[in-house]
Structure formats: C-alpha cells, structure tokens
C-alpha cells in the first residue's frame, strides 16, 4: 500500500462521527484542558448547518476538573456558536480567521459572552487537540 493510500486511510472526515469519537479521545486524555477544568466552568454547543450530512452538533463541558467533547448539546449549555458548513471548514483550515467571523456575523453566538471570554485558557489548550487532529481530517465543502 503506498503512503497516500495510507494517508487516505487514516483521514477522517471533518464533522463525522469518527471525527468527534477522536476528539473525544484526545480531549480526554489532555491533562492540560483536565488541569484548566479544576479552574474553569464552561458548557460550549457548536452547531454546524448544511453540512453534506445535514446539521452536526457537538460539545464541550469543562469543569469539576474534567474536560469532555462528544456528540449533541452541552448539558448545562453556557455558549451556542452556530455556523454554516463553509464558515466552519474555512475556520477549521485557518482560511478564515474565527475572530472575523464573529465579527462578521459567520459565526452566530448566543449566551453568556462573559463566561465565553473567561475561558480563553480553555480554547487555546482545545486548539492544541485540534490541531492534532487536523493532520488527520479531510475537508469538504
């Protein structure tokens, strides 16, 4: 098997199921976003609209010392961001910068802003996770 096949193997489509089980992983085993979650309490939904398998929902729940990511809404929600399919891949390849898409209105945000801002420390250590696996992501539009 070449190496392209094998690239091509262990691609994971972005959004997927697979997509979120290995999110779930890494963030689990991240003691960084474990270390943050002693500190921190946020509940993040992010929905993704129009994507080629129609809405995706996902999460993250942070706090009592323990980070967790999966599939569906937070319980308890702190934060919504809803975004369309193209605005999340752009995001997600870093052709749009996040900040603009917020500022633009790409990105829709509902809750509580403050407890959004004081988790900054959250969403840099999950942009590490992320970056793991965005080596391994395929994405399409």
Known sequence: M??????AERS??????????ELTRE?????TLAELAQRHRIGVTQVVTDTPEGDV???????????????????PEDVRMQQDHETAVAVATGTLNAQ???VTGRILLFGDREALMGAQEVFAALDAV????????RYTV
């Open 2 to 7: 070449s190496t392209s096949d094998q690239s």
């Open 27 to 31: 963030v689990a085993d991240s003691t």
């Open 100 to 102: 603009e898409a917020f």
């Open 130 to 137: 992320f970056t793991s696996v965005r080596d391994r992501t």
């Open 57 to 75: 929902t996902y999460h993250l729940q942070v706090g009592d010392g323990f980070a967790t990511f999966g599939a569906g809404a937070a319980e």
């Open 12 to 21: 994971i489509d972005y959004l997927s199921l697979a997509w979120i089980r």
